[in-house]
Nanobody, 122 residues
């Protein structure tokens, strides 16, 4: 089963940008839908964005539309999350997950990475 590894997190000032990467092992990556979720301290994990296997369709949480962009490079087994105009309240552990439905709920994803920390200073 494919393993997912997130990277690219770090500390950034409010208004800044970061690009997260989700890299997978395994031959099935190019057929999987990949989603990004985040969990802030004391809060439940929430959906951020997702992309279909070929990259032709994407969905976003309303709170990130226009600021975040999800994309993928199947030749590199990698999905990216470009995050612009970051806000203090978006400090969270960001996870990528693999699934088979383009959906916003965790139940549709059956493989998860360990997460990468994004901290936004005010």
């Amino acid at each position: 089963q494919a393993q997912l590894i997130e990277s690219g997190g770090g500390l950034v000032q409010a208004g800044g940008s970061l690009r997260l990467s989700c890299t997978a092992s395994g031959r099935t990556f190019s057929r999987a839908i990949i989603g990004w979720f985040r969990q802030a301290p004391g809060k439940e994990r929430e959906f951020v964005a997702a992309i279909t296997s070929g990259g032709g369709n994407t969905i976003y949480a309303d709170s990130v539309k226009g600021r975040f962009t999800i994309s993928r490079d199947n030749a590199r087994n990698t999905v990216y999350l470009q995050m612009n105009s970051l806000k203090f309240e978006e400090t969270a552990l960001y996870y990528c997950a693999g699934g088979w439905s383009l959906a916003t709920t965790e139940a549709h994803y059956d493989r998860w990475g360990q997460g990468t920390q994004v901290s936004v200073s005010s």
